[in-house]
Nanobody, 114 residues
C-alpha cells in the first residue's frame, strides 16, 4: 500500500522559510519520480516542483529561484525547501508520485501571514 505523509507546514511570516518533508512507503523510492503541488483556497491544485530518480529537477516558473526540491533515498523522503515566502504561497501542500496510478499525501497546511 502506497503512503505519502507530509509534514513541516505551519504559520510563517512573509519573507520566512519552511522545509516540507514527505515520507513515502509502499513504493520503490529510489526509482520513483516525486513532486510537490499546492492548493490555495478556492483554487485547483497546482504543480510546484518535481524530482526524477536520478535527481533532475523541474520547477514551476512561479516558484523558480525560491523553492528547492530534494530527495534522500536512504530515508524515503522528499523535501521542499521554500524561501522568501509570500502570502500567495498560502495553501495546502501535497506530495505526489505515480506508480501505475497517481498517489497523493494528505497534505500539510502552509500559511504565510504577518
Amino acid at each position: 500500500q502506497v503512503q505519502l505523509v507530509e509534514s513541516g507546514g505551519g504559520l510563517v511570516q512573509p519573507g520566512g522559510s519552511l522545509r516540507l518533508s514527505c515520507v513515502a512507503s509502499g513504493i520503490d523510492f529510489s526509482t520513483a519520480e516525486l513532486g510537490w503541488y499546492r492548493q490555495a483556497p478556492g483554487n485547483q491544485r497546482k504543480f510546484l516542483a518535481r524530482i526524477a530518480p536520478h535527481g533532475t529537477t523541474i520547477y514551476a516558473e512561479s516558484v523558480k529561484g525560491r523553492v528547492t526540491i530534494s530527495r534522500n533515498n536512504a530515508e524515503n523522503t522528499v523535501y521542499l525547501q521554500m524561501n522568501s515566502l509570500v502570502p500567495e504561497d498560502t495553501g495546502v501542500y501535497y506530495c505526489y508520485t505515480n506508480e501505475l496510478r497517481d498517489y497523493w499525501g494528505q497534505g500539510t497546511q502552509v500559511t504565510v501571514s504577518s
